[in-house]
T-cell receptor, first 112, second 113 residues
Framework: AQKITQTQPGMFVQEKEAVTLDCTYD???????LFWYKQPSSGEMIFLIY??????QNATEGRYSLNFQKARKSANLVISASQLGDSAMYFC?????????FGAGTTVTVRA | DTAVSQTPKYLVTQMGNDKSIKCEQN?????MYWYKQDSKKFLKIMFS???????INETVPNRFSPKSPDKAHLNLHINSLELGDSAVYFC????????????FGQGTRLTVV
């Protein structure tokens, strides 16, 4: 069984600062993918970044980077230079075979 | 062109009714999913289909019956709706192997009164 844990229900960050969202996972599969999605108040699910279990380098997409520590089974998301538009719910997710499972989410509020 | 489209976007219905939510993807993906997002925003997988075949059924009540007429469509039919079925339902699709993003529909907000 696979499990994704996000321990931070909510976070506040000052505009232009960086924020790290924690995610740990558990799976017995050797091949898996890790994702982060953003869900603004409008409700749509927006893909942010992907990391494969065999990727040796941490993934980066613009202001988003994924800090992948395989031995610790963690896949933290770092958002640099936060903007007001980053205020949203953020979900960590993992895919193995035909299953894509999500963590409970972290609400990020960016303050001006 | 919408990659994954769900209809309707909003659905308000009375307890006991039967309703369907349609989902179509034009991405040529093999895998499609249904998720339920409850009031606490938790996203729970309900079903996973690969090329029209049911792969995962996450202990969903029998009142929920997915139908996949072809690999581009995965519809969700719900019988005898209950108050607890009120939620946002998301359809998603992804290619195989699933090492790239899953694309989500805009969601269907179901309200049972």
């Amino acid at each position: 069984a696979q499990k994704i844990t996000q321990t931070q229900p909510g976070m506040f960050v000052q505009e232009k600062e960086a924020v790290t969202l924690d995610c740990t996972y558990d799976t017995s599969d050797q091949s898996y993918g890790l994702f982060w999605y953003k869900q603004p108040s409008s409700g749509e699910m927006i893909f942010l970044i992907y990391q494969g279990s065999y990727d040796e380098q941490n993934a980066t997409e613009g202001r988003y980077s994924l800090n992948f520590q395989k031995a610790r089974k963690s896949a933290n998301l770092v958002i640099s230079a936060s903007q007001l538009g980053d205020s949203a719910m953020y979900f960590c997710a993992m895919t193995t075979r035909y299953k894509l499972s999500f963590g409970a989410g972290t609400t990020v509020t960016v303050r001006a | 062109d919408t990659a994954v489209s769900q209809t309707p976007k909003y659905l308000v219905t009375q307890m006991g009714n039967d309703k369907s939510i349609k989902c179509e993807q034009n991405l040529g993906h093999d895998t499609m999913y249904w998720y339920k997002q409850d009031s606490k925003k938790f996203l729970k997988i309900m079903f996973s289909y690969n090329n029209k075949e049911l792969i995962i059924n996450e202990t969903v009540p029998n009142r929920f019956s997915p139908k996949s007429p072809d690999k581009a469509h995965l519809n969700l039919h719900i019988n005898s709706l209950e108050l607890g079925d009120s939620a946002v339902y998301f359809c998603a699709s992804s290619p195989l192997p699933s090492n790239t993003e899953a694309f989500f529909g805009q969601g269907t907000r179901l309200t049972v009164v």
